[in-house]
Nanobody, 120 residues
Framework: VQLVESGGGLVQAGGSLRLSCAAS????????MAWYRQTPGNQRELVAH???????DYADSVKGRFTIFSDSVKNTASLQMNSLRPDDTAIYYC???????????????WGQGTQVTVSS
């Protein structure tokens, strides 16, 4: 399974970016898709999460500014980021969680990351 992100770049504070993620390969059952971010020296942190049935969750720092979209059939996700701030600067990673309904085995897939830089 391969996840490919796109849409990162450089933007001024207050601007917007939309990240996209497309997964390919043998994905037995898409449970959720999510976006994480990581800055140098820090742990990867959850930004937004969306279960296949539609439930979403956001980090407090992005609530009201970021929106996650996903399609569990097409195995795609996007992250609309508005009112960007310099502290949103990070590498953003797409994550897909899947489950084999026959064995209940769980799978966790990651993209390679895309850089988002917000200038002040």
């Amino acid at each position: 399974v391969q996840l490919v992100e796109s849409g990162g770049g450089l933007v001024q504070a207050g601007g917007s970016l939309r990240l996209s993620c497309a997964a390919s390969g043998n994905i037995v059952s898409n449970m959720y898709m999510a976006w994480y971010r990581q800055t140098p020296g820090n742990q990867r942190e959850l930004v937004a999460h969306r279960y296949s049935q539609g439930t979403t969750d956001y980090a407090d720092s992005v609530k009201g500014r970021f929106t996650i979209f996903s399609d569990s059939v097409k195995n795609t996700a996007s992250l609309q980021m508005n009112s960007l701030r310099p502290d949103d600067t990070a590498i953003y990673y797409c994550n897909l969680g899947a489950r084999d309904p026959w064995t209940d085995r769980r799978f966790d897939y990651w993209g390679q990351g895309t850089q988002v830089t917000v200038s002040s």
